[in-house]
């Protein structure tokens, strides 16, 4: 399955460290990890929301591709408009999470002030 996540710079920092292969922890007042399944979607949080609250104004889409069976077992959100979809996983699976990302994690898109 290929997914996306916006992110900022300092997360966007953290990943490179990882050698582009993991997504850093959640902070703990966030219980989800939640990638998104479509482009369009990952665009308009980082632009909206990446740009708009993190210090340095900006916003970047990476696209990565998970393991389509272990996917699975996670649900499908849709949180606004019918595209607006997110696959929901517990913050505590996500080192499980990382290690069925096949291949790198790539930055697709980038935006700023």
């Not at 460290?17 to 993991?22: D, E, I, M, V």
């Not at 703990?28 to 980082?46: G, M, R, S």
Request: glycine content about 6%; hydrophobic content about 35%; aromatic content about 14%.
């Amino acid at each position: 399955m290929i997914l996306y996540r916006p992110v900022g710079t300092a997360e966007l920092e953290l990943i490179a460290q990882s050698g582009y292969n993991a997504f850093p922890p959640r902070l703990p007042e966030q219980p989800i990890f939640y990638p998104v399944l479509n482009e369009k979607y990952a665009h308009e949080i980082a632009v909206r929301w990446n740009v708009r609250d993190n210090s340095d104004h900006k916003g970047y889409v990476t696209q990565f591709e998970v393991d389509d069976e272990y996917c699975s077992r996670f649900e499908v959100h849709t949180v606004g408009s019918s595209y607006h979809q997110e696959l929901w996983v517990p913050a505590e699976e996500l080192d499980e999470f990382n290690s069925h990302i096949v291949g790198n994690i790539k930055v697709i898109s980038s935006f700023g002030e």
